[in-house]
């Protein structure tokens, strides 16, 4: 069951301000020397983005932004950050420590908050679907980017975008056939498998992970991945029918 709070209504650019404000801080404390500039635009364009479509979903139809969300926010300034690392000319300037060490740490420390939010969301009784949304679209971003981090430092082929790109093909996908648009039931099995892709995905971008030993364990991730996105579609289907 989703709950919304008892809070007054308000605006939530606060929020989203200060969220842009520390996807900056991160950006500069990561690379502190000139390179930093282009990391930075390159973050904080993804911040925006995510701005963007936080206020598409928005749509004033919640209470105040509350602490759930806050952290995810928080997150997501993380996150955007690593953007800036993946995407950013520096990152082929920069030697192997410079931009895998501070990238495979920061995407950690996101993985670790993942389950921060949902626990203060069941504590405050705040519980959305917009919640669950946001929460969901940050991990697919946070693999995205660790997926084009990856091939940016020839440890994976280009294959491994079928890893961070799944989701965005299954939301396409929904277009087309809209009866993959319908909910699904939370699973244990999908959250357990969400952890171990984002595991894998981190692992592989430390320096010490050689490109013969992420390949197979990549792979491993892309068929587990792979079988629980043919699950959700089969039952998908089921209920269609």
């Known amino acids: 069951m989703y709950h919304i709070g008892k809070a007054t209504r308000g605006p939530i650019w606060p929020d989203l301000t200060l969220g842009l404000a520390l996807a900056a801080a991160i950006s500069l404390g990561l690379w502190p020397h000139h390179q930093a500039l282009e990391a930075l635009g390159a973050a904080l364009l993804a911040h925006l983005v995510l701005s963007a479509l936080v206020l598409a979903g928005w749509r004033g139809e919640l209470p105040n932004f509350g602490w759930a969300n806050r952290v995810t926010l928080l997150r997501g300034a993380m996150i955007t950050a690593l953007a800036g690392m993946a995407l950013a000319p520096l990152f082929r300037q920069a030697s192997l420590g410079e931009t895998l060490w ?55 082929g280009a294959w491994v975008l079928a890893l961070g790109g799944m989701r965005y093909t299954f939301l396409v996908a929904g277009k087309r056939w809209t009866w993959l648009q319908a909910p699904l039931p939370d699973s244990l099995r999908r959250k357990t498998i969400c952890v171990v892709q984002v595991g894998a995905l981190i692992l592989s971008c430390t320096p010490f992970t ?32």
Do not use: N
């Not at 009784?125 to 929460?135: E, I, K, M, N, P």
């Not at 197979?216 to 209920?239: E, K, M, N, T, V």
């Open 102 to 156: 501070p990238l495979s740490l920061l995407a950690l420390i996101a993985l670790l908050l993942d389950g921060v939010d949902g626990w203060i969301a069941r504590r405050t009784r705040s519980l959305t679907r917009f919640g669950a949304r946001f929460d969901m679209e940050l991990d697919a971003l946070l693999m995205l980017l660790l997926c084009i981090a990856l091939i940016t430092h020839d440890k994976a």
């Open 210 to 241: 050689p490109a013969t030993l992420a390949t197979p364990l990549l792979a491993i991730a892309l068929i587990l991945l792979s079988g629980s996105f043919l699950r959700d579609i089969h039952w998908l289907y089921r209920q269609a029918r």
